[in-house]
């Protein structure tokens, strides 16, 4: 073991038994729910922990044994008294594709499609919370086979994006009312580069798209994994903002795009690379932290002040930390915390976020679709209950 290590480690035994015995972590909020037997869960876990600020979570239950063609489905959003609508989904297979989404305050839109379209439309209804009201849109998707799917969500509207193997991608710009704006442009560079898989993520202000996040994913002929992360501006504006690269191949990434920065986390092993960017994509911060275990789940928050928070869960969920890092890369503090109890086994969704009263909150949100089970937790910490280190990682 390093002396880097061998001090990281160190410093988290001393916090794990300091935040044990002394520190006020204090549970903001905490729910569990038990569904009947031979329910769906829906909850895309993706979009919930891609959010930059607490979100409500927002999910689907439907009935596995429901005619076929049709699904009979409660949507719910966990508001304070929490909110839900029947609906019903027809043209529907059991072996569709099917996502819920929050956008607005009160709205969420629902999809359902074939993962390989062969032409066939994607079927979408736009529901509002506080009346229960429905719109349902048709979108006649002209692509022969959909690989992965996108969404956007601002106050009043919403994007979704659908690509295909060939770098093609359809853009549907879809308001409240059902109005539909379609655009379509190919992604020239992935294909120069010989990327196929990719991922987007929306970076919105004041309810308005500023640009795109883009991650393209890629096997060379030397079996060197990598991830080329680009900044993509609506007027076609492009720039690369990094390269990652791994022999192992085994890559998981987080974005920030909180306070006017641009955040990104990559996982190698042990290790886990932050990046931060000003909006312009010009490189603020480029640091790393090795762990004592290997980091198989985090979630990373930009700070208003320069710096940002991250929370890290390793295998098996027995570790679970939040750091605190400066604008220069120094550690601050961080904290060692019983690991939540309901989530054993289970992939948790995962968030960090800043609020008015200065606590730092992670949320872990865990869904279990073998016993229809969904839990929810929020904890929070201040500064003093930080353990304060002196070490730069």
Avoid at 287 to 299: G, I, K
Wanted: hydrophobic fraction near 35%; proline fraction near 2%; charged fraction near 25%.
């Amino acid at each position: 073991m390093s002396i880097r290590e061998k001090s990281i480690a160190l410093l988290a035994i001393i916090c794990f038994f300091a935040s044990t015995t002394s520190a006020n972590e204090r549970i903001a909020y905490q729910k569990h729910w038990d569904f009947p037997y031979g329910s769906k869960i829906f909850f895309n876990p993706k979009l919930y922990r891609q959010s930059d600020e607490y979100q409500n979570l927002t999910y689907l239950l439907c009935n596995f044994h429901d005619e076929k063609f049709e699904r009979n489905c409660t949507a719910a959003q966990d508001t304070q008294p929490e909110r839900s609508c029947s609906v019903t989904l027809e043209h529907i297979n059991t072996d569709d594709d099917l996502e819920i989404y929050p956008f607005g305050s009160t709205r969420a839109v629902i999809f359902w499609s074939k993962q390989v379209t062969k032409g066939l439309p994607i079927k979408c209804i736009i529901l509002d919370f506080g009346t229960c009201k429905s719109k349902y849109v048709l979108l006649k998707e002209s692509l022969f086979s959909i690989r992965w799917a996108y969404f956007a969500a601002y106050e009043d509207s919403f994007d979704l994006i659908v690509s295909n193997s060939f770098n093609v991608r359809n853009k549907y710009h879809i308001d409240v009312e059902g109005k539909v704006t379609f655009s379509q442009w190919t992604n020239h560079e992935l294909s120069r580069l010989g990327f196929g898989d990719e991922d987007y993520r929306a970076i919105v202000a004041d309810s308005k798209l500023q640009a795109f996040l883009n991650f393209g994913y890629s096997l060379s002929i030397f079996d060197r994994y990598s991830i080329v992360t680009s900044l993509i501006k609506p007027d076609g504006w492009s720039k690369v903002l990094a390269v990652y690269h791994d022999q192992i191949g085994y890559f998981q990434k987080v974005e920030s795009t909180a306070h006017e920065k641009i955040g990104v986390a990559v996982v190698y092993n042990h290790r886990v690379n932050v990046s931060q960017f000003d909006q312009e994509g010009e490189l603020k911060l480029n640091t790393s932290l090795t762990y004592t275990f290997h980091v198989r789940y985090l979630a990373l928050r930009n700070l208003a002040d320069g710096g940002f928070l991250l929370f890290t869960i390793g295998y098996g969920g027995s570790e679970y930390h939040l750091t605190k890092v400066d604008d220069q890369g120094k550690v601050l503090g961080t904290i060692q915390m019983e690991p939540e109890r309901n989530c054993g086994g289970e992939t948790p969704s995962l968030q960090v976020f800043d609020n008015e009263a200065n606590e730092y909150c992670f949320v872990v949100a865990c869904c279990d679709n073998v016993y229809a089970k969904l839990d929810l937790v929020v904890r929070c910490v201040s500064d003093e209950d930080l353990c304060k280190s002196e070490f730069v990682f």
